[in-house]
């Protein structure tokens, strides 16, 4: 094995108000093209109801919450589903490779180019101050972008097949991030944010 193909720990992104890191592939037991069918097959995915000023509307893309504590995001409570032998798989590759516990994760699926996330902060009070938050992607690349909240400065970051981001300390008070819809085709891409909630 060629040691010096790639960074095997996790490298910091020099962020101001925050913390960030990535690793350009998790070490996982199968390849990222199985873990993505899988994940596309064995996962309960959902195509939620947003209300987006009082008007009801699908969200652009599938979405899944698996984990041991019910969470509220955008105002709803979600009961989530026990974690799968699969997911804990993830979960203990995360763990490993972030020195952190997670007890929950959100799954999102991008079918294609013209689904999206609209830009939010993983602030909700269950997750505590300075949230540890660990994001692993499988399947085309989508651009990950972060706004602060008050200065002009935006950062963009290609989230790459087998990746791992972890978004740590103050990022969520001082910086929002969402995915935008492309204009060129992109193929599939799943998304999996861990986290503890308390
Ligand atoms: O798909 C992504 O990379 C972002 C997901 C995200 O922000 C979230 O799950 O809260
Ligand atoms: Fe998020």
């Known amino acids: 094995m060629d040691l010096f193909s790639a960074e095997a720990t996790l490298q910091p992104i020099p962020i101001?108000?925050?913390?960030?890191s990535f690793l350009s592939q998790l070490p996982l037991a199968q390849p990222n093209d199985?873990?993505?069918?899988?994940?596309?097959?064995?996962?309960?995915?959902?195509?939620?109801?947003?209300?987006l000023f009082g008007k009801a509307q699908k969200q652009p893309r599938l979405s899944a919450w698996y984990g041991e504590a019910s969470y509220t995001y955008s105002g709803r409570t979600f009961h989530p589903l026990p974690f799968t032998p699969l997911l804990l798989e993830i979960r203990r590759a995360v763990e490993d490779?972030?020195?952190?516990?997670?007890?929950?994760v959100?799954?999102?699926?991008?079918?294609?180019?013209?689904?999206s996330?609209?830009?939010?902060?993983?602030?909700?009070?269950?997750?505590?101050?300075?949230?540890?938050i660990a994001s692993v992607t499988f399947g085309a690349t989508?651009?990950?972008?972060?706004?602060?909240r008050k200065l002009a400065k935006t950062?963009?970051?290609?989230?790459?097949?087998?990746?791992?981001?972890?978004?740590?300390?103050?990022?969520?008070?001082?910086?929002?991030?969402?995915?935008?819809?492309?204009?060129k085709p992109r193929g599939m891409r799943i998304n999996l944010t861990f986290r503890l909630i308390r």
């Not at 101001?16 to 960030?20: A, I, K, S, T, V």
Request: net charge negative; glycine share 8%.
């Open 16 to 20: 101001d108000d925050g913390e960030l």
């Open 34 to 51: 199985v873990l993505l069918h899988r994940l596309l097959d064995e996962i309960t995915w959902r195509e939620e109801t947003i209300y």
């Open 97 to 104: 490779a972030t020195g952190k516990r997670y007890n929950s």
């Open 106 to 115: 959100l799954l999102n699926c991008y079918r294609n180019e013209r689904d």
């Open 117 to 132: 996330m609209g830009f939010h902060s993983d602030d909700e009070p269950e997750l505590g101050a300075e949230p540890a």
């Open 142 to 148: 989508r651009t990950f972008i972060l706004k602060h």
């Open 155 to 183: 950062v963009k970051l290609d989230l790459t097949d087998g990746s791992l981001l972890l978004m740590a300390g103050t990022l969520q008070r001082h910086w929002r991030h969402g995915i935008n819809k492309e204009t």
